[in-house]
């Protein structure tokens, strides 16, 4: 099975930058597509961004768009999401999800195989 550990939130100032690492383990990391979701308190659950298995990135939320960046490390297995400009609505529980097969993320799509415990990223006005 595949086991996916986050790392990387915390507390920031609105309009300063954090960057989440996904380490993954268990399975052949570059046959996954990987994605960030996040979930606030009272909110649905909402994928942010997605990639691909060689890199390619194929989905960003609107509400992200041009402020965070997807990437990831198949050497290290390892995907990242860099968020600049964070705004107090970006505070969220964000959650690291790995599937062997292509979704549509535009659909706002949640049934991912493998999911991280996730990580607590505050961002304080």
């Known amino acids: 099975q595949v086991q996916l550990v986050e790392s990387g939130g915390g507390l920031v100032q609105a309009g300063g930058s954090l960057r989440l690492s996904c380490q993954a383990s268990?399975?052949?990391?570059?046959?996954?597509?990987m994605g960030w979701f996040r979930q606030a308190p009272g909110k649905e659950r909402e994928v942010v961004a997605a990639?691909?298995?060689?890199?390619?990135?194929?989905y960003f939320a609107d509400s992200v768009k041009g402020r965070f960046t997807i990437s990831r490390d198949n050497a290290k297995n390892t995907v990242y999401l860099q968020m600049n400009s964070l705004k107090p609505e970006d505070t969220a529980v964000y959650y690291c999800?790995?599937?062997?097969?292509?979704?549509?993320?535009?659909?706002?799509?949640?049934?991912?195989?493998?999911w991280g415990k996730g990580t607590l990223v505050t961002v304080s006005l």
């Open positions: 999800a790995a599937d062997r097969s292509y979704r549509d993320f535009s659909s706002n799509f949640h049934g991912m195989d493998y």
């Open positions: 268990g399975g052949t990391f570059s046959s996954y597509y």
């Open positions: 990639i691909g298995r060689s890199g390619a990135i194929i």
